[in-house]
C-alpha cells in the first residue's frame, strides 16, 4: 500500500518514534512486579482521603505530645487539693486521729506498764484495766460531746468552771486531798480510783473563756483592753493559784498556754500580749528559782549521764530508750528500759516506750496523729463565722497542742520534764476523760459548719432516696 503524501516516515516508524517520546515524557516508575488496575485505584483513593495534618502549635517542636511537662504529677496534685478541701475533711481529721491515737495509747500502756504492775504485787493487766475503762468512759463523753449542740457547750461553761474550782479547793483541805510525787493535787474516790480536779479546769477555763470572748465580742467590747483582760486574766490567775498551791508546774504551764491561746485569737494587741508574757514569766522564774527541785529539773536539759547523785536518771534512761529503738524498734513488750530502769514508763516517759519498742517509724506516727489533729482543730477555728466556736477549738487545740510538745521535748531533753502526760496516750483516767470530751468538742465544731452538714445530710439513706426520687420524671397518666 503506497505511503500518504507528505509523510517523512512510513506508518509503522511513525508509531514507534511516538511511543519513544511518550516514554521519554512519563516519569520513572518504582522498580517491581505490574500492580493491578484495582489496587492501584484503592491506594490513590487512601492517599486522596487523608487530611493534611495540623501544623504545631508555636512553641512546641512537631510530633511533641501534648500533655504538659509534668501533667501527671500536677493532676495528683489537683485532686489530693480537691479531696484535701472538701467539707468533711477536718471532721474525719479530728475522729480519725483521736480515735488512733486513744487505741495506740491502749497497746502501749498494757506494754509499759507491765512491769510495774508486777513490783507493786498486781496483775500485769491492772494499769491496762484501769485505762481501758477511762477510755470506755471517755468515749462516752465524746460521743455526748459531738451530739450536743454548740449552745448546751455554753451552758456548761459557768457549771463547770464552779466545780473545777470548788474540786480544787477540797484538795487542799487536809484529810480529803492525796499527795503523789509530792503534788497535793489528788481527791480520793474510793478503792483504787483517784480524780486529779486540775485535768478539768483547762476544759473548764477553754469553754468559759471562750464564751465570755464570743459574749465581748457580740457587743464589739473587745476594742477596750480592760474588756479583754477582766475577768479572764484574773480568773486564770485564780486557777494558777490554786494549782500551784499542790506544787504541780506542769499544769499551771499548760493552763498559761491556754489563756495565751485565748487573748491572741482574740486579737490581743502586741504590747498588752507581750506584757501579759512577761508577767507570767516573772512568775514563773521565781517559783523555779524558789524551788531545788525545779532547778534540778532545768539543769537536765541536754544531760547524757546521771549526773551526782542520779540527779538526771529519768532524762537520760529516756534518751537511753529513744536511742535503741532504731529504726523499727525492739518489738512491742521488749522494751529493756520498762524493767525498772526507766521511772514512769507509762505516764511522763511513754513515748520513750514507744521509740524503744516501734522504733522511729512509731514515734513519726505518734507525732503525725498529733500534727493531724492539731492542724484539723486550726482549720475549725478558722473557717467558722461564730466567735464561740473559733476561742473554744482554739483553745482546745493550743492546750493539746502544747500538752504534746512539753511532754515529747521533755523525753527528748529539749525541755525540763514538767510531769504532764502526753494527752490520749499516757495512763491517768483524770487526764483522760476531759481531754476526750474536747476532742468531742471538735467533732461537734467540724459537724457544725454548714457545708459539711450538708454533706453529712446528703450521706444519709433516706435523704439520698428522697433526692433520687425527686430526679426521676413522672409519667403520664396510663403510660406503662
Given amino acids: 500500500m503506497p505511503a500518504e503524501e507528505g509523510s517523512a516516515w512510513p506508518?509503522?516508524?511513525?508509531?514507534?518514534?511516538?511511543?519513544?517520546?511518550?516514554?521519554?515524557?512519563?516519569?520513572?516508575?518504582?522498580?517491581?512486579?505490574?500492580?493491578?488496575v484495582g489496587a492501584a485505584l484503592r491506594v490513590r483513593s487512601a492517599a486522596g482521603s487523608r487530611r493534611p495534618s495540623a501544623p504545631p502549635s508555636k512553641g512546641r517542636p512537631a510530633g511533641s505530645s501534648r500533655t504538659p511537662r509534668g501533667g501527671g504529677v500536677r493532676r495528683m496534685y489537683e485532686q489530693a487539693r480537691r479531696a484535701w478541701d472538701r467539707p468533711l475533711t477536718a471532721y474525719y481529721l479530728i475522729l480519725g486521729a483521736g480515735l488512733l491515737i486513744t487505741v495506740l495509747g491502749l497497746v502501749m500502756v498494757y506494754s509499759a506498764s507491765m512491769i510495774k504492775a508486777l513490783e507493786l504485787d498486781k496483775p500485769g493487766t491492772y494499769f491496762f484495766r484501769k485505762?481501758?475503762?477511762?477510755?470506755?468512759?471517755?468515749?462516752?463523753?465524746?460521743?455526748?460531746?459531738?451530739?450536743?449542740?454548740?449552745?448546751l457547750h455554753r451552758a456548761l461553761a459557768y457549771p463547770l468552771l464552779m466545780g473545777s474550782v470548788f474540786l480544787m479547793v477540797?484538795?487542799?483541805?487536809?484529810?480529803?486531798?492525796?499527795?503523789?510525787?509530792?503534788?497535793?493535787?489528788?481527791?480520793?474516790l474510793g478503792g483504787p480510783f483517784q480524780l486529779q480536779p486540775s485535768e478539768f479546769?483547762?476544759?473548764?477555763?477553754?469553754?468559759?473563756?471562750?464564751?465570755?470572748?464570743?459574749?465581748?465580742?457580740?457587743?464589739?467590747?473587745?476594742?477596750?483592753?480592760?474588756?479583754?483582760?477582766?475577768?479572764?486574766?484574773?480568773?486564770?490567775?485564780?486557777?494558777?493559784?490554786?494549782?500551784?498551791l499542790g506544787g504541780d508546774m506542769g499544769t499551771a504551764i499548760i493552763l498559761t498556754a491556754v489563756l495565751f491561746g485565748l487573748l491572741w485569737l482574740a486579737g490581743a494587741?502586741?504590747?498588752?500580749?507581750?506584757?501579759?508574757?512577761?508577767?507570767?514569766?516573772?512568775?514563773?522564774?521565781?517559783?523555779?528559782?524558789?524551788?531545788?527541785?525545779?532547778?534540778?529539773?532545768?539543769?537536765?536539759?541536754?544531760?547524757?549521764?546521771?549526773?551526782?547523785?542520779?540527779?538526771?536518771?529519768?532524762?537520760?534512761?529516756?534518751?537511753y530508750a529513744l536511742a535503741s529503738g532504731g529504726w523499727f524498734g525492739s518489738g512491742l513488750g521488749a522494751s529493756v528500759e520498762k524493767w525498772g530502769q526507766l521511772p514512769?514508763?507509762?505516764?511522763?516517759?511513754?513515748?520513750?516506750?514507744?521509740?524503744?519498742?516501734?522504733?522511729?517509724?512509731?514515734?513519726?506516727?505518734?507525732?503525725?496523729l498529733f500534727a493531724a489533729l492539731g492542724y484539723a482543730g486550726i482549720r475549725v477555728a478558722g473557717r467558722t463565722e461564730d466567735p464561740f466556736v473559733r476561742y473554744a477549738a482554739g483553745g482546745v487545740t493550743t492546750w493539746?497542742?502544747?500538752?504534746?510538745?512539753?511532754?515529747?521535748?521533755?523525753?527528748?531533753?529539749?525541755?525540763?520534764?514538767?510531769?504532764?502526760?502526753?494527752?490520749?496516750?499516757?495512763?491517768?483516767?483524770?487526764?483522760?476523760?476531759?481531754?476526750m470530751f474536747a476532742?468531742?468538742?471538735?467533732?461537734?465544731?467540724?459537724?457544725?459548719?454548714?457545708?459539711?452538714?450538708?454533706?453529712?445530710?446528703?450521706?444519709?439513706?433516706?435523704?439520698?432516696?428522697?433526692?433520687?426520687?425527686?430526679?426521676?420524671?413522672?409519667?403520664?397518666?396510663?403510660?406503662?
Avoid at 170 to 188: A, F, H, K
Avoid at 210 to 219: E, S, T, W, Y
Avoid at 279 to 294: C, E, M, Q, Y
Avoid at 406 to 430: H, K, M, Q, R, W
Wanted: net charge positive; proline share 8%.
Fill in 344 to 368: 514512769e514508763p507509762h505516764t511522763d516517759f511513754i513515748f520513750a516506750i514507744t521509740g524503744e519498742e516501734l522504733g522511729l517509724a512509731g514515734t513519726l506516727s505518734v507525732l503525725a
Fill in 131 to 151: 485505762q481501758f475503762l477511762a477510755a470506755v468512759l471517755g468515749g462516752g463523753l465524746m460521743v455526748l460531746a459531738a451530739r450536743m449542740p454548740v449552745k
Fill in 439 to 480: 476532742v468531742g468538742l471538735l467533732i461537734a465544731f467540724a459537724r457544725a459548719d454548714p457545708a459539711a452538714k450538708a454533706a453529712l445530710a446528703m450521706r444519709r439513706p433516706g435523704v439520698r432516696w428522697k433526692t433520687m426520687r425527686r430526679r426521676v420524671k413522672k409519667r403520664p397518666s396510663g403510660e406503662r
Fill in 400 to 435: 493539746i497542742t502544747a500538752q504534746a510538745v512539753i511532754n515529747i521535748g521533755a523525753v527528748l531533753g529539749l525541755l525540763p520534764i514538767a510531769g504532764v502526760p502526753l494527752p490520749l496516750f499516757s495512763y491517768g483516767g483524770s487526764a483522760l476523760l476531759p481531754t
Fill in 201 to 244: 479546769g483547762k476544759l473548764a477555763l477553754v469553754l468559759w473563756g471562750a464564751d465570755l470572748l464570743a459574749r465581748k465580742q457580740d457587743k464589739r467590747l473587745l476594742t477596750q483592753w480592760k474588756h479583754m483582760l477582766v475577768p479572764l486574766v484574773p480568773v486564770a490567775f485564780m486557777l494558777l493559784g490554786l494549782i500551784m
Fill in 269 to 319: 494587741p502586741t504590747r498588752l500580749f507581750a506584757g501579759v508574757l512577761g508577767f507570767a514569766g516573772v512568775i514563773a522564774f521565781v517559783l523555779i528559782k524558789t524551788s531545788p527541785n525545779r532547778m534540778s529539773r532545768l539543769a537536765c536539759i541536754g544531760a547524757s549521764e546521771p549526773g551526782p547523785q542520779d540527779s538526771c536518771w529519768q532524762a537520760v534512761h529516756g534518751i
Fill in 11 to 36: 506508518r509503522g516508524d511513525r508509531s514507534r518514534a511516538a511511543a519513544a517520546i511518550s516514554r521519554a515524557l512519563t516519569p520513572p516508575l518504582l522498580v517491581g512486579p505490574p500492580v493491578p
Fill in 170 to 188: 477540797l484538795v487542799q483541805v487536809p484529810g480529803i486531798g492525796m499527795s503523789v510525787n509530792g503534788n497535793q493535787n489528788w481527791l480520793y
